[in-house]
């Protein structure tokens, strides 16, 4: 999937920016950006698909959506990388995502967030084959999810600037680190507290 993405993205790329992808963005017809946000969509629900077929329950099934999603994130990047040698560094700002807004940021903010997703998927997993459940209270499903959207939050600041055909902000780092300390917090804990019980 990742393959599939990224040569989506290089199709595009060269039809709408042949000398290279750059802020402002360019116009693209309304129709072709509807499309767009389709297949972002379908790419999602693919994802989402492929994590309910992988596990028996809920924390297993959330852990194959994390692991794939991750997986998914970071071959983009490699694959984008072998078809055109871009990012030329992980701190290249990158359009990341278009629902429901703009989302921009350095290429590596979604990158450690897919490290992030892989390694709790993975300890999700070795924790379930020891015969330990993580489970997570409601507040702590409410913090992991505030965790989630401080993240999202920080990609979206800079779409008020990129709609108008401007450049990006300067990418707001400490709200992305302030809502993944929460989550891999949040996360350690549960995980603690399962080992105990």
């Known amino acids: ?10 199709y595009l790329r060269e039809l709408y920016y ?3 992808f750059t802020f402002p963005l360019c116009d693209i017809p309304v129709k072709f950006l509807l499309i767009e946000l389709g297949r972002e969509a379908a790419s999602l629900l693919m994802l989402a698909s492929v994590a309910a077929l ?9 852990a194959g959506f994390a692991f794939v999603f991750g997986v998914w994130d970071i071959s983009y990047y490699l694959f984008l990388k072998l078809f055109e040698d871009w ?7 990158d359009l990341l995502f278009l629902i429901p807004l703009p989302w921009v940021g350095p290429v590596w903010a979604p990158v450690l967030v897919s ?9 999700v997993w070795r924790d379930l084959d020891r015969g330990i459940a993580v489970k997570l209270t409601t507040v702590e ?10 993240i999202i939050a920080s990609f979206l600041a800079a779409a008020p600037s990129v709609l108008l055909k401007g450049m990006p902000p ?3 780092w400490y709200s992305w680190l302030f809502g993944m300390m929460i989550g891999v917090t949040i996360f350690l804990r549960a995980r603690r507290r399962a080992r105990r019980l």
């Open 141 to 150: 499903w409410a913090l992991e999810i505030l965790s989630g959207l401080i």
């Open 1 to 10: 999937m990742g393959y599939f993405e990224a040569a989506l993205v290089e």
């Open 54 to 62: 992988i596990g028996s329950g809920f924390i297993d099934r959330f």
């Open 18 to 20: 042949p000398d290279g």
């Open 115 to 123: 490290v992030a997703l892989i390694w709790a998927a993975v300890c």
């Open 170 to 172: 300067p990418y707001q």
């Open 87 to 93: 990012p030329p560094s992980i701190f290249t700002v």
